[in-house]
């Protein structure tokens, strides 16, 4: 069984950076990767994604630009490096894997809170 350990979460002003990390367990191989977030009263949304051997990513239109995911198959670990981190960045952010890159929900991690404050 797939298990999926967040870390890196905390909270920032505006402006800043933060990497967010997650360990992987379980069977992995083939697997895509990736993050969502979800905001106090919103669902649950994707926010990037990479395949198995890290040549295809994907970002949410909110996040290009200032959001980059990444994945180290030997450490079983997916970061996301977040700058220029915005207030409406404010959300807990899960750690995901799945078959398809563009929406690798499959499993989920516990989920890291991330605030920025203006």
């Known amino acids: 069984q797939v298990q999926l350990v967040e870390s890196g979460g905390g909270s920032v002003q505006a402006g800043g950076s933060l990497r967010l990390s997650c360990v992987a367990s379980?069977?992995?191989?083939?697997?895509?990767m990736g993050w969502f977030r979800q905001a106090p009263g919103k669902e649950r949304g994707f926010v990037a994604g990479?395949?198995?051997?890290?040549?295809?990513?994907y970002y949410a239109d909110s996040v290009k630009g200032r959001f980059t995911i990444s994945r180290d198959n030997a450490k079983n670990t997916v970061w996301l490096q977040m700058n220029s981190l915005k207030p409406e960045d404010t959300a807990v952010y899960y750690c995901?894997?799945?078959?398809?890159?563009?929406?690798?929900?499959?499993?989920w991690g516990q989920g890291t809170q991330v605030t920025v404050s203006s």
């Open positions: 379980g069977p992995l191989s083939g697997y895509a």
């Open positions: 990479i395949s198995w051997s890290a040549n295809v990513k």
């Open positions: 995901g894997i799945g078959a398809s890159t563009r929406y690798p929900g499959d499993y």
